[in-house]
């Protein structure tokens, strides 16, 4: 995965997810508008913290987990329906800015092999669109567009994919000799 800093990460864990939560507390309560959360309680928490209470059992391997995490709407069946009839049709930044990043660390979850499937299928064949519409911009204007719309709703690790490489720092400037080139430095010893 991405390091720590990366923008892409912090956009994913920051995305919220639909969690209920299976006890209470009363230090929980900011979670919930200040009031202490009953178990059942279905809360949208950042991703991060809904993973750890999702895999924090606090009395024990065999005891119930915190909270149980469902899958968010960016996967959830209409996209997943959308995705599998044509992967350029979905605006991916619409549903989550770093989209692949969310479907990653929900597969860590879930392990969904229908899922993994489809955003595998989703990756390459967008990948494809976008390549295409990097090398042949008259296809896109012939189809009545600058194909803006698409390429606006690309998610982060595609913009990064197409983004063009930073150019190189400029030259550095040549020192001049300090010495005329017919002149040499005369030594003189005591």
Same mark, same amino acid.
């Given at each position: +995965?991405?390091?720590?800093?990366?923008? %892409?990460?912090? #956009?994913?864990?920051?995305?919220?997810?639909?969690?209920?939560?299976? !006890? %209470?507390?009363?230090?929980?309560?900011?979670?919930?508008?200040?009031?202490?959360?009953?178990?059942?309680?279905?809360?949208? !928490?950042?991703?991060?913290?809904?993973? +750890?209470?999702? /895999? &924090?059992?606090?009395? =024990? @391997?065999?005891?119930?987990?915190?909270?149980?995490?469902?899958?968010?709407?960016?996967?959830?069946? $209409?996209?997943?329906?959308?995705?599998?009839?044509?992967?350029?049709?979905?605006?991916?930044? =619409?549903?989550?800015?770093?989209?692949?990043?969310?479907?990653?660390?929900? !597969?860590?979850?879930?392990?969904?092999?229908?899922?993994?499937? /489809? /955003?595998?299928?989703?990756?390459?064949?967008?990948? !494809? #669109?976008?390549?295409? $519409?990097?090398?042949?911009?008259?296809?896109?204007?012939?189809?009545?567009?600058?194909?803006?719309?698409? +390429?606006?709703?690309?998610?982060?690790?595609? $913009?990064? $994919?197409?983004?063009?490489?930073? @150019? &190189?720092?400029?030259?550095?400037?040549?020192?001049?000799?300090?010495?005329?080139?017919?002149?040499? @430095?005369?030594?003189? %010893?005591?």
């Amino acid at each position: +995965m991405a390091s720590y800093t990366s923008p %892409t990460l912090l #956009l994913t864990t920051a995305q919220k997810i639909p969690t209920t939560l299976s !006890l %209470t507390h009363p230090s929980l309560s900011p979670l919930n508008a200040n009031t202490p959360p009953v178990p059942g309680s279905k809360l949208d !928490l950042p991703l991060w913290l809904a993973e +750890m209470l999702a /895999v &924090s059992k606090p009395a =024990g @391997p065999e005891s119930e987990a915190l909270a149980t995490v469902d899958m968010p709407q960016a996967l959830g069946g $209409r996209v997943m329906n959308a995705l599998r009839a044509g992967g350029g049709s979905v605006e991916l930044r =619409g549903q989550a800015m770093a989209w692949y990043g969310l479907a990653a660390s929900m !597969l860590e979850l879930f392990e969904d092999e229908e899922v993994a499937t /489809v /955003v595998c299928d989703t990756f390459k064949t967008r990948a !494809l #669109l976008i390549s295409d $519409r990097a090398q042949n911009t008259k296809t896109a204007q012939q189809q009545g567009g600058d194909g803006s719309d698409f +390429m606006g709703g690309l998610d982060e690790t595609e $913009r990064a $994919r197409n983004d063009p490489p930073s @150019p &190189s720092p400029p030259p550095l400037p040549r020192i001049p000799n300090r010495h005329p080139p017919n002149c040499t @430095p005369r030594i003189t %010893t005591s």
